[in-house]
C-alpha cells in the first residue's frame, strides 16, 4: 500500500510568491523610512547623500528631548505600576480552584483589548475634565494612570500564560515544608515567573511609550509626548527629522526585544 504523499505547505503553489508580498507590504515602508532618516536633504522625498544630520538635528532639538523624557517617564511609571497590578492579577486568577464568575474575572480585565481605543479615550477625557475641574491639578498623573489602565492587560497576559505553565507542586513543596505564603512566593514563585513579569513589563512600556489616541485626549497642553509631538510635526510639515525618530523609536524597540530573548536564553 503506497504511503501518502507528505503535506508541505511552502510546496504549494503560490505559497512562496504570498510571503515574499506580505514580507514586502509589512517591511519595505519601514525600511524606506530608516533608509530616508539618514538622507541628507531637506526633502523627505529626494536622496541627497548619507547623512546623520537629522539624528544630531533631533537630539539638539529642546521639543524633542522634553518630549522624549516625557515619554519615558510616562512609559515607565506607567508599565511599573501595570506590571505589578498584572501579577497580583494573575496570581489571584491563576493559582486558585475553578469557580463561577473567573471567566467574567478574566473577560474583566482583558475588556480594555477588546474596546475601540477612542472610547477608552473618549471615557478618560469626560471623568478626567472633571476631576481636574474639581481639583485644580493638570499634571501627568492623569496621563501615567490612563497608560497604566489600558497597560494592565498587556501586562497581564503574559505573566498569566507563565504561571499557567509553571509547576505548581513546587509551590506545594515549599508549603510543605513550613514556607509561609510570602517566602514561597518570594523564594519559588516570583523566580521562575520573572520572565513573565519581564516580557509583561516590556510589552507594556512600548505599548505606552508609542500611545497616540489616549495620550492625545488625556493630555493638557505642554504635556506632548514623543508621539504626539511627531504627530504635530506632520501636521505642519513633514522633514526627515521625524524619520529619525521614528527609526530611533524602533531600534528602542528591537533593543527590548533583543534584551528579553537574551535573558530568557539565559533563563533557559
Request: charged share 15%.
Amino acid at each position: 500500500m503506497a504511503s501518502r504523499p507528505h503535506f508541505d505547505i511552502r510546496r504549494q503553489p503560490g505559497f512562496v510568491a504570498i510571503a515574499l508580498f506580505t514580507f514586502a507590504v509589512l517591511y519595505l515602508p519601514i525600511a524606506t523610512l530608516v533608509a530616508y532618516a539618514f538622507n541628507a536633504s531637506d526633502s523627505v522625498t529626494v536622496w541627497g547623500g548619507l547623512s546623520l544630520r537629522w539624528f544630531v538635528e533631533a537630539s539638539r532639538n529642546a521639543a524633542v528631548q522634553d518630549a522624549a523624557w516625557r515619554s519615558f517617564v510616562i512609559a515607565t511609571s506607567a508599565a511599573t505600576v501595570a506590571t505589578i497590578a498584572a501579577t497580583m492579577a494573575a496570581i489571584a486568577t491563576t493559582r486558585t480552584p475553578p469557580y463561577r464568575g473567573l471567566g467574567f474575572k478574566y473577560a474583566f480585565i482583558n475588556q480594555p483589548l477588546m474596546v475601540p481605543e477612542i472610547v477608552t479615550a473618549v471615557a478618560l477625557l469626560i471623568v478626567f475634565s472633571r476631576i481636574k475641574v474639581w481639583t485644580g491639578y493638570s499634571g501627568l498623573g492623569y496621563l501615567i494612570l490612563a497608560h497604566t489602565a489600558f497597560c494592565i492587560p498587556f501586562a497581564y497576559l503574559p505573566i498569566r500564560a507563565r504561571l499557567e505553565s509553571m509547576d505548581s507542586s513546587l509551590e506545594r513543596a515549599a508549603a510543605d515544608l513550613y514556607a509561609t505564603p510570602w517566602r514561597a512566593f518570594r523564594r519559588v514563585t516570583l523566580p521562575l515567573l520573572r520572565p513573565g513579569i519581564i516580557a509583561g513589563f516590556m510589552l507594556a512600556f512600548v505599548i505606552s511609550l508609542d500611545d497616540v489616541v489616549i495620550t492625545e485626549f488625556v493630555k493638557s497642553g505642554g504635556q506632548d509626548t514623543l508621539p504626539t509631538y511627531m504627530l504635530g510635526q506632520i501636521r505642519r510639515e513633514v522633514t526627515p527629522e521625524v524619520n529619525a525618530i521614528a527609526t530611533a523609536f524602533l531600534a528602542l524597540s528591537v533593543l527590548l526585544v533583543t534584551v528579553f530573548f537574551v535573558i530568557n536564553r539565559k533563563k533557559a
